[in-house]
């Protein structure tokens, strides 16, 4: 085997030769017989080879790579056996360890009969452009890895309408091959009649609109899962519009919850009314026989008013008293029923004006004061729920007051994360025993002789708080005299305050 300037280069337009050396194209020749292997500057210098060795088959197995070689031969049987052309990229190892990509193409002369086989062809490095299409890949690898980690769906669009790109999860929900998508028509995965419905908006975003939207799309297992999807337009460098990406974000379980939640809301707005309902029917239907009976006891007074008989009259006393009891009791319970809703339309309360016209309307014994404090505020609300909670309270503290002569002071605070209301008496207190039943139906902190009760009081004040979003709790009052109830209360905004206060909904009590 010898090395030689092909023949052929001698004799190519000096224009052209010189054409293809500044852009690196390198000349080759393989002459079979006499076995000569001809080739040019470039070829040498893209080979790494001193200029007086000898280009042959050995050198070109030490420049190969190994994984590479089996293919380079195969093309090179190939080419002589008559396929008479060949292309094939290989890598090639350089003496201080540097690999390149070398592509080579080239073509088989047979010549006439008798004349030796020739090959010649070109070959040029390509190292950047594989460097360029592996950096890409990885691009590519990162951005499906991406796309395959957004909980949803994604999908790339050309101008042209044509899939570019597809997540996994997208893949999932066509239940297809990812090669029987990628390169396709739009309207080929989405039908005919489906894509001309929807072209209008595919054309909006490709003009720069975002288009978003919900749908429920079945899956291939049957499920019905819900997704929020916009159409983004993808611009390039220059502001161009090269495609728009489908992005699908999966909100079945937002739903789920949404659904749960009003199936909820209606089971309480259903109990509620059971409640209500309830109670209006036991108060009406008990309040006629109660009736009966204190006509019954009113007329057995008159008969038996000139009796004599102590006994009697103590009887029909008690009598009456426990008839009463029961009457306030059925008007109890129907307002713990109804306690949360609104009454009246919001409006601003000054609620030191109201507590001072709690204290004139319960009218107190002459020893006990109801003190309005200048603490107290003027606030956005629904005035009879407010009214209703300090009525019940104060009247609690005086009625269960000790003594005939006391006080009851109404301020407020900050506290609580807003507004707090607080009842403070300087009466007895609550014993301890009683702490954990102050706030249950029908329960009362101790009997006190004279003084009657439903024991729902307390009851209504803390559903009523509740229903207002706040909460209501107790302590001793200062110096560890009397008590104090504190209740938060949220004030509406003076501008936007909605016409009703919401549905009731019981929350745990804080501590």
Known sequence: MTACVSAHTATMDPDLQALLQDTGVGIWRFEADPRRFCFDDTCRAMFDVDADASFGPELIRQRIHPEDQPGYWAAIRRAMA??????????ILRRDGAIRWISARGRVHPGQPGEAVVVQGVCFDISERRQLEDSLHA????LQALADSFPGLFCYMDRNYVVRFLSDRYIEHLGTDRRELIGRPLAELTGAARF????????AVLAGKVHSFEDARRMPDGELRHYAISYQPDR????EVRGFMAIGLDITDLRRVEQALQ?????????????????????????????????????????????DSRQVQETLAQLAQ??????????DLLAYARAGHATSEASEVDSRQLVADIGLLLAPPPGMRVEADASLPVLRTWRAPLEQVLRNLVNNAIKHHPRREGLVRVYAERGDG??????????????????????????T?????????????????????EGQGGRIWFGPGRDGRGTVFRFSWKPLPAASAPREPRNLHPLPAAG
């Open 445 to 465: 902190a101790g009997r006190r002789e004279g003084v009657e009760g439903s024991g729902m009081g307390l009851a209504i004040v803390k559903r009523i708080v």
């Open 236 to 239: 390039g460098a220059s502001g």
């Open 196 to 203: 001309r419905e929807q072209r209008p908006i595919y054309d």
């Open 418 to 443: 807003g507004l707090v209301f607080a009842v403070e008496d300087d009466g007895a207190g609550i014993p301890t025993e009683f702490a954990d039943k102050v706030f249950l139906m029908f329960q």
């Open 82 to 91: 008559g396929e008479a052309s060949f292309s094939i990229e290989y890598r």
């Open 139 to 142: 691009t590519e690898l990162r």
């Open 322 to 331: 426990r008839s009463s009891r029961l009457h306030q009791l059925l008007d």
């Open 263 to 307: 199936e909820r809301t209606r089971e309480l707005s259903r109990s509620n009314h059971d409640l209500e309902q309830f109670a209006y029917a036991a108060s009406h239907d008990l309040k006629a026989p109660l009736r009966a009976i204190e006509a019954l006891v009113a007329w057995l007074r008159e008969d038996l008013a000139s009796h």
